[in-house]
């Protein structure tokens, strides 16, 4: 079955750099668009960022773009999310997903659990 | 962006109730709408996609429906395990956006 666990949450001051993990299984990695979706304390989701399956294209919401990375390592089955220039507003649980389709450009299908980024003073 | 207004932000039902929640887009949209459910501390879970494709396993009481700018997620009968929030989504176009969800509690 399909298996998706992020890690490298953490405390870090504002400013700062985290790198998250998201290690895939149970699917063809390398032919899945893969995203990031985060949640801040008590509020809704807010779509983040999408490498499409051959790393050909990556898109970022406004609020992060310039300052977060996404990648994937076909090698690994793991997609990256490289954060710079964290912000306290960044604060949030961060999930990966995959798309529902393979080597396709379209709605979230299976997450992961997310895992917890404080940005804190 | 295209933006996604959900209504309404939250209700009271109880089990067997028919429930809707609506969606509207800020531009057409095609059929690229999709919803989720999260419960507490979880993380969502893909309902419909397509407006009114049921994911595998998802119980037939859920259904979608809707065109263009204006979508609806209907619940049937409520069941216990069914009060949880509820997002949509659009893939029409990057970025994606969801909406501000609502939240289905027990009346």
């Known amino acids: 079955q399909v298996q998706l666990l992020e890690s490298g949450g953490g405390v870090v001051q504002p400013g700062g750099s985290l790198r998250l993990s998201c290690a895939a299984s149970?699917?063809?990695?390398?032919?899945?668009?893969m995203h990031w979706v985060r949640q801040a304390p008590g509020k809704g989701l807010e779509w983040v960022a999408f490498?499409?399956?051959?790393?050909?294209?990556?898109y970022y919401a406004d609020s992060v773009k310039g300052r977060f990375t996404i990648f994937k390592d076909n090698s690994k089955n793991t997609v990256y999310l490289q954060m710079n220039s964290l912000r306290e507003d960044d604060t949030a649980v961060y999930y990966c997903?995959?798309?529902?389709?393979?080597?396709?450009?379209?709605?979230?299908?299976?997450w992961g659990q997310g895992t917890l980024v404080t940005v804190s003073s | 962006a295209i933006q996604m207004t959900q209504s309404p932000s939250s209700l009271s039902a109880s089990v067997g109730d028919r429930i809707i929640i609506t969606c509207r887009a800020s531009?057409?949209?095609?059929?690229?709408l999709a919803w989720y459910q999260q419960k507490p501390g979880k993380a969502p879970n893909l309902l419909i996609y397509?407006?009114?494709n049921l994911q595998n396993g998802v119980p037939s009481r859920f259904s979608g429906s809707g065109s263009g700018t204006e979508f609806t997620l209907t619940i049937s009968s409520l069941q216990p395990e069914d009060f949880a929030t509820y997002y949509c989504?659009?893939?029409?176009?990057?970025?994606?956006?969801f909406g501000q969800g609502t939240e289905v509690e027990v009346k």
């Open positions: 997903a995959n798309d529902r389709v393979p080597k396709s450009f379209g709605e979230l299908g299976y």
């Open positions: 149970g699917f063809t990695f390398s032919t899945y668009g």
């Open positions: 490498t499409r399956y051959d790393e050909s294209n990556q």
């Open positions: 531009q057409h949209i095609r059929d690229d």
């Open positions: 397509s407006v009114s």
């Open positions: 989504l659009h893939d029409h176009i990057h970025p994606w956006t």
